[in-house]
């Protein structure tokens, strides 16, 4: 056998058990609409393009929401979440955010790492609080646009 043949078997196997529930209790890749649904190639379609614009939708408001107040990223990840009920590609985005955001949150919790962002927070605390004292000491409690040239 050569290793394209081995490769193949085990993207079979994985796909196995992704369909199956797998190791990990993933569920298969594809849509999740009702059987009926399925059934009917039209009412698919369109059932396709109505999950994919209220998909859409919520994701457009999240990248609104990003530069202003409120949950910008969570409302995005909503989005995905509602194409992932119909969308392979959604599913696969959505599978890899959870890794990855997983693994990101098992590296916070390490104490070393702990250690050095406690550490550099501070530091740019330090370096922040220096800069507002020497913009006090030099114009006083003006704002920036109310001060003269001096």
Request: proline share 4%; net charge positive; hydrophobic share 50%.
């Amino acid at each position: 056998m050569n290793t394209g043949s081995d490769e193949r078997a085990e993207v079979a196997v994985a796909s196995d058990e992704t369909q199956t529930g797998g190791a990990q209790g993933e569920q298969g890749l594809g849509s999740k609409a009702p059987e009926f649904i399925k059934a009917r190639r039209v009412l698919h379609l369109s059932w396709q393009v109505g999950i994919f614009i209220i998909g859409l939708a919520v994701v457009v408001l999240g990248i609104i929401m990003l530069p202003l107040p409120g949950p910008g990223w969570v409302v995005i990840f909503g989005g995905m979440a509602i194409w992932a009920t119909e969308f392979v590609w959604a599913q696969l985005v959505l599978r890899w955010t959870k890794r990855k955001v997983t693994e990101a949150a098992q590296r916070a919790l390490d104490p070393k790492v702990r250690r050095r962002n406690i550490i550099l927070t501070s530091i740019g605390l330090v370096i922040v609080a220096a800069l507002v004292g020497v913009y006090v000491y030099k114009f006083g409690f003006e704002m920036p646009w109310n001060i003269k040239d001096q």
